[in-house]
T-cell receptor, first 109, second 115 residues
Framework: KNEVEQSPQNLTAQEGEFITINCSYSVGISALHWLQQHPGGGIVSLFMLSSGKKKHGRLIATINIQEKHSSLHITASHPRDSAVYICAVWRGSQGNLIFGKGTKLSVKP | KAGVTQTPRYLIKTRGQQVTLSCSPI?????VSWYQQTPGQGLQFLFE???????NKGNFPGRFSGRQFSNSRSEMNVSTLELGDSALYLC??????????????FGEGSWLTVV
């Protein structure tokens, strides 16, 4: 079993829909990152969370440390949000960043 | 402000050879980290350098090594290349160590094909 699991693996939405991507982890962590990867490889760091909730524009990220779960929400989705969204956790005890397999999001106009 | 620059962008090597990849971080950034991305394994953390010292390391064999220079530029070396080393190698930089919470900025990556 992977230490970081994301769901769903693939997600297709209509423009304007509210989107949720989930990340569950089974190890102790000091922080969790959400990344966005566009076709061609470019990766953008969206959030780093150690507790609570962060918001940036139409993106909201939450983390529940007790339940070892994080969610990334996109409000009013747009075709330009189409990308792979990757969750990564920082295992402070090992100094290692462990990645989920990613969620491929496609937003149709 | 220039972003993270990786060179070369594409390269083809033969099994058994070695390869060196270069990364120039954003000016003022002191942390450089390296990652491998393959279709099968996804993204994997290789190591993180800060102030010319390797501070954190992922689960890769000793064939994968790196270094950081006094100007924060970093190089990654893979010796005795195997077919399975074919991957996109990404470099990222941040003001401080990853754990500090500063934003991580990624380069476009170096595509390595081993034949």
């Amino acid at each position: 079993k992977n230490e970081v699991e994301q769901s769903p693996q693939n997600l297709t939405a209509q423009e304007g829909e509210f989107i949720t991507i989930n990340c569950s982890y089974s190890v102790g962590i000091s922080a969790l990152h959400w990344l966005q990867q566009h076709p061609g490889g470019g990766i953008v760091s969206l959030f780093m969370l150690s507790s609570g909730k962060k918001k940036h524009g139409r993106l909201i990220a939450t983390i529940n440390i007790q339940e070892k779960h994080s969610s990334l929400h996109i409000t009013a989705s747009h075709p330009r949000d189409s990308a792979v969204y990757i969750c990564a956790v920082w295992r402070g005890s090992q100094g290692n960043l462990i990645f989920g397999k990613g969620t491929k999001l496609s937003v149709k106009p | 402000k220039a972003g993270v620059t990786q060179t070369p962008r594409y390269l083809i090597k033969t099994r058994g050879q070695q390869v060196t990849l270069s990364c120039s971080p954003i000016s003022g950034h002191r942390s450089v980290s390296w990652y491998q991305q393959t279709p099968g394994q996804g993204l994997q953390f290789l190591f993180e350098y800060f102030s010319e010292t390797q501070r954190n390391k992922g689960n890769f064999p000793g064939r994968f090594s790196g270094r950081q220079f006094s100007n924060s530029r970093s190089e990654m070396n893979v010796s005795t290349l195997e077919l399975g080393d074919s991957a996109l190698y990404l470099c990222a930089s941040s003001l401080d160590l990853i754990i500090s919470g500063n934003t991580i900025y990624f380069g476009e990556g170096s595509w390595l094909t081993v034949v």
